[in-house]
């Protein structure tokens, strides 16, 4: 029996009419190794045939093939595509945020440890997607993928959003100079930062702060899924476990989202 790809969906935009989406978690694909087995990156090191149908069965969960899916080469910035009909992997621009007001066009971010947010403005039609680093998130990849949908006609506080699987803040310990920057934009950050174990580093919540970057924006909603993509080995692939571990590569969560109507 082929097992199905699983999507992990949040209240605040599954209840939006004519919007379907989904964080997939790595169950349900066919890849080995270091990628079992829903690997959804091309990059990633693993068989692109493999890859492939993985997609495939990914969009099988919105009734689409992977021709549909749309995804771009993320670079930890803040540009933002405006997609109206897919695009083949090798013609896949550079950007990190993605918008449509095409039905049928799935939004794809690719993400292990980073947040996928995906949003939804159910009334005009429009949607989008962003892969958020931290860098992209200090510098307003959420901000630009939110105005790039006003432009296509939403309304910013009729959007909602959704905060998929990333690393929590027990999983992402970081060195002594890296709160700094946040502090220079803004010392009430230094409330996502708690002091680890080893003197001089901090664990950081950065769920905590793309949840706060998205509530000054004024949108309807900001839903979020509750995970931790270090620990949860089975449901996830994560960049750091696989950084402690020496492991070369991990694959890639995939999280979509598609206007029906």
């Known amino acids: 029996m082929t097992a199905s790809a699983v999507a992990l969906t949040v209240d605040a935009l599954g209840e939006l009419k004519g919007i379907r989406h989904g964080f997939f978690t790595r169950t349900g694909g066919v890849s080995e190794g270091l990628y079992v ?4 990156g091309f990059s990633a090191g693993d068989d692109p045939e493999m890859v492939a149908v993985n997609r495939d069965r990914a969009m ?4 689409r093939t992977a021709d549909a899916l749309a995804t ?15 695009w083949s992997h090798r013609n896949r621009p550079v950007a990190d945020g993605l918008v449509s007001g095409v039905p049928g066009v799935v939004l794809g971010v690719l993400t292990a440890d980073c947040a996928p947010v995906l949003f939804a403005d159910g ?23 939110v105005r790039a949908m006003a432009d296509l006609g939403a309304r910013i506080d009729n959007v909602t959003a959704a905060i998929g699987p990333c690393i929590a803040q027990g999983s992402y310990e970081v060195g002594p100079s890296y709160p700094e920057p946040f502090l220079k934009q803004d010392p009430a950050n230094r409330g996502f930062f708690r002091s680890s174990r080893r003197a001089g580093h901090f664990l950081f919540d950065f769920a905590g702060y793309v949840t706060r970057r998205l509530a000054a924006l004024g949108l309807k909603e900001v839903g979020r899924l509750g995970a931790d993509t270090c620990r949860e080995e089975q449901r996830f692939f994560s960049y750091r476990r696989a950084t402690l571990r020496g492991e070369a590569y991990t694959g890639r969560n995939l999280s979509a989202i598609v206007l029906e109507r």
């Open 123 to 145: 009334a005009a039609g429009v949607i989008g997607a962003a892969h958020v680093g931290w860098r992209g998130a200090k510098d307003g990849v959420l901000e630009a993928t």
């Open 72 to 86: 771009v080469c993320q670079v930890h910035g803040a540009r933002v595509a405006a997609v109206e009909r897919p």
């Open 37 to 40: 087995s829903l690997n959804c």
């Open 60 to 63: 099988a969960a919105f009734d």
